[in-house]
C-alpha cells in the first residue's frame, strides 16, 4: 500500500472532490490519497464523496486554512 498526495489548494468546489476522484482512479485498493484544500465546502463534499463511492475517510481536519484528508481507496 502506498501514500499519495493531491494539491487542492486554491480550488473552489466541486473542483477539489473531482481531482481526487480522477487522482484515485490508478490507485489500487487499500492505497491511500492525501488531500489538501483551502475550499470549506470540502469538508462536506469529501464526506459525500467517500460515503457514494465506497472509499474510506480516514481523517479530515484543519491546518490554519488548509483543510485535510486522508482518503483509503475502496474495493
Not at 33 to 41: F, G, H, K, N, W
Amino acid at each position: 500500500m502506498s501514500e499519495h498526495l493531491l494539491d487542492a489548494r486554491g480550488l473552489k468546489c466541486p473542483l477539489p472532490v473531482l481531482k481526487a476522484r480522477k487522482a484515485m482512479k490508478p490507485l489500487a485498493a487499500g492505497d491511500t490519497l492525501r488531500v489538501e484544500a483551502t475550499d470549506p465546502s470540502a469538508v462536506q463534499d469529501f464526506a459525500n464523496f467517500c460515503e457514494t463511492t465506497g472509499h474510506e475517510l480516514l481523517e479530515s481536519g484543519q491546518d490554519g486554512e488548509v483543510y485535510r484528508f486522508l482518503i483509503r481507496k475502496g474495493a
